[in-house]
């Protein structure tokens, strides 16, 4: 079983990896990663957003990977632009592309 924490790791490593590869040269465009030009709070809002949209559609591994600042939802406009953009963009994507971990054995309803 994978702690949320593990998959937090993986997930910041997965961004790491592809914002250097897009700035090797070659465009890369990934619904996991914030767009250019926003503020911490809507990136960390995007990212938390993503994790939950991940998690909402069903992704493989992001079973309890979703989370929420509720407080700050509420309160700071940027974090919840970038959460609502970043739910969308990745549960789009894990509807549109499943994703499965391991091996066989797994079926999706």
Known sequence: MTSKRAIERQFRA??????W???SGDALVNPQVPPPGGSPAFDEGYVD???T???DAGRDGYQQAGR????????A???RAGYDQGYQACF?????NPKLIGGGGHSRH
């Open 21 to 23: 590869l897009a700035t």
């Open 49 to 51: 957003g993503c994790l």
């Open 68 to 75: 929420k600042d509720q407080a700050r939802y509420l309160s």
């Open 77 to 79: 406009a940027d974090y």
């Open 92 to 96: 789009e994507e894990e509807r549109r």
């Open 14 to 19: 997965v961004l790491v990896t592809i914002a």
């Open 53 to 55: 949209g991940f998690q």
